[in-house]
Structure formats: structure tokens, C-alpha cells
């Protein structure tokens, strides 16, 4: 995953391969821009161009031009690409108040240029996932100045929730030795987080799926950014190969703390610790994107919650605490993001626990105290009453 970020005026390279060397523009085609995809709310706008294969790429942007009649630009260069014929034919609208259309044309030989047309000059990145490759843009109206978070806590009186059950549908997460599956248990978890909530009266909850269903992890947190949610709750079982290895740990997005950090956003996102050793450079900025402080401090009394209610009601448990990693579901979420790993599944022990129905509804009552402890905190619940 490379970032490009608030650049204006300078044209970037970036790179799907970073290890391999550059691939010249009059290759046959080994990739093909196959679809664009989009997301939009009042002040950000999420585009994901889908790629057949890796592609190397540049990034870039363009002022307006009214001499030409053209808007600010952003555009992306794919070497050695082609592109289905009905994108050719037809721009993708949008019209969000921040992007007008998106359209691809072949542009030099062997390139293909996707080009995003602004309705007004904003700030952007640009990064890449692979596992299927695609090309991630984001456009934010605030522009290229200050961070969007970095204003006051919200203060409507009511909370809204994005809980994100991690996995789905043809990705099953984690595995127990018995065959639990990570999809299975995280649902069962979310769903019982939606219930307290709800109970409690003074939040309003969503998923990101509430069935069997494979959700890409870009089009999660475009989920909660459309929704304008105040706080991103993403739900997993922690897996590795040693199987004695136990506990609880909540996460927030950063430079990995630590090996078992590095090796578990890797499996989480779906690529190569590799892969990931290389984007330590973009952590910073993502960091400041973010409400950093705030998902530190919900992450910690996620996992404090956990741990408390798990020892008084079902016994030992390990408290691995609070760390970072660079997981792609929380790249770009405008409010305070936090990713829950409650327990191991590939320890036995801990597969046994979490096929029983008391443990997974100790686990989504933490997460629920632990929201709501954060929300009276932050003077977000004061003004809803009880
Ligand atoms: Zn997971």
C-alpha cells in the first residue's frame, strides 16, 4: 500500500510493485482497469478503481483549465493496462458537490489515464491495496490544510455506531483447530453489541453486515464515513501459529508495536508482512486523519472492559492491552476507529470459549460498557438522559 497525499501540483509515482523493477510503457497490457466504485458523503468522497492484475501506476494533479473548459483534476496513469470497453464509452457521475465524474481513456501506448473531475479544487490521497489489486482515491473537502477530526467531540446527544463484523462470505477469517470460523463469531459478537446498545436507548447502531456476506475492507470504512458515524467498531478472533498463544488485544491504526502486530494486520488485510514493512512512511499522516487520541483512549477501555468482565466471569485470560498496526479497515475513517481481537481462535482453550454463548455475550457487553463509558466521557451522552 503506497500513499500519495496532498501533493497539488507535483506528478507522483507510486507503485503496486515495489520490488520489482519498472515496466515499460510499451509492454502488452498485464493489467485492466475492470470497474470503478464510489462512495460519497456531504464532505468526502471515496473512489476505488478495480484492477485485473498489479499495475504500476502515477498520481497526480491538474488546476483547473478554463481556457479548455476543464475542472481541477486528479488523474492516475496504469502502465501496460487496458480497460473494458463500456468505461471507455461511458463516464462514471457522481456529482457529490466534491467529484463530477470519473472517466478512463487510453491515453500514450499501453497506458490507460482514469481521470477524476472535481466540482471544486480539494485535498486527496491516493494508496493501493492488493488481494484483488485496486487503486484507492480519496477526496476530502476540507482540503489539503488542517485535519478533518481534528474538531470538537460530537455533541448531538446521540452516538451513531458503525460496528464492523470482520471477514464474510468467501473469507472466513481465522480458523479454529475444531473449525470454528472468525465470520461466524464476529457476527454473533456484533449483533450482541447492537443489542445493548439499542437497549441502552441513547445510540443509534449499524453494521457493516449483518448476514454471511463478503464486504472489501475499503468499502467498510466508506460505510461509516457515509454514514457520518461518530465511532468504527471493527470485531475480530486473533489467530497465530503458535497455538498456545492467548488473550485479548484492541488495536488502533499506527506503525506496527510489534512482530505479532506487523503479522497479524498482514493476515488481517489479506497480504504479505512484506508488503506491509514497506508503508511505515505513510502511518504519520494517516495518524493525524484520524481522531488518533480519542481511538486510543476507546481502544483502551475496549480492551480493559474485556479482559475485567472475562476474568470475574469465565476465568483466566491474558491481557495483551493496547497496540497499533497498520490494518487497512481503519485507513481513512474520519471518527475514532478502534479493532477488537477477543481471544485466539487457534487456541483450543479459547476456540472452546468462544463457541459458548455466555463468553461471545461477555465479550459484546464490554464493548458496549466500554462505548458507552466513552461516550459519557466525551460529554456526547450528557444531554440524552438515561
Ligand atoms: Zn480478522
Redesign the pocket.
Known sequence: MRFLTRHRNAVLLASLLAFLSPVSSASPATTAVSGIRHWSSGEYTRVVIDLEGEARYEAGFLPADPGNGLPPRIFLDIEAAEVREELLRAPVRVKDGLLRDVRAGRNRQGIVRVVLDLERESGYRVFDLSGPPRIIVDIDSKGSGSSPAAGPAPTRGRILVMIDP??GGKDP??IGPSGLM?KDVVLEIGRLVRQQLLADGRFDVRMTRDSDLFIPLEERTAMANQAAADLFVSL??NASRNRRAEGISTYVLSHATDRESLELAAR?NGVPVAKLSAVKFIIDDLSTYGRKKESLRLAKSVNDSIVRNVRRRHGPVQDLGLKQAPFYVLVGARMTAVLVEASFISNRTEETRLRSRAYLETIAHSVAEAIRYYGEKNGALASAGT
Open positions: 470482520g471477514h477469517g481465522a472468525e475480530h478472533i488481517e
